[in-house]
């Protein structure tokens, strides 16, 4: 007697969901979910976290890396995410420049910062 299998039913190919997904969410939104994701990484690696355990995320090294980052993306999508989400993605990386300032024991110099060289000095 041959074995049957049962017919998949309609196989799902992940790939393909997330393709459409991702192609139903506008371009506005991808962007400020983004940031809002290097803004989080950011702010912990300044050691802003809540809890006891904030200052043993302290990565001065990795946090200038997220806000490099970070300003690279606000900068270039400014012009294209519209007014209200530029402000507030710009006024997110500031705070996080600012933030990375307070936290480091050798300071840079103004326009050295993280993301200074695309957004100009901080201070």
Not at 7 to 13: G, H, L, Q, T, W
Not at 79 to 105: I, K, T, Y
């Amino acid at each position: 007697m041959q074995s049957q299998t049962p017919p998949e039913a309609d196989p799902v190919d992940p790939g393909a969901l997330a393709a459409r997904d991702i192609a139903d969410v506008p371009a506005a939104e991808l962007i400020t979910t983004t940031a809002v994701h290097l803004m989080s990484a950011a702010a912990v690696k300044c050691g802003l976290a809540d809890g006891p355990d904030a200052a043993d995320h302290l990565d001065l090294a990795e946090a200038r890396i997220l806000i490099t980052a970070l300003a690279g993306l606000v900068v270039t999508s400014a012009p294209d995410v519209g007014g209200q989400h530029a402000r507030s993605l710009r006024d997110g990386l500031r705070s996080l420049q600012l933030a990375f300032r307070e936290a480091s024991d050798v300071p840079d110099e103004p326009g050295k910062g993280p993301g200074e060289r695309l957004t100009g000095s901080v201070v």
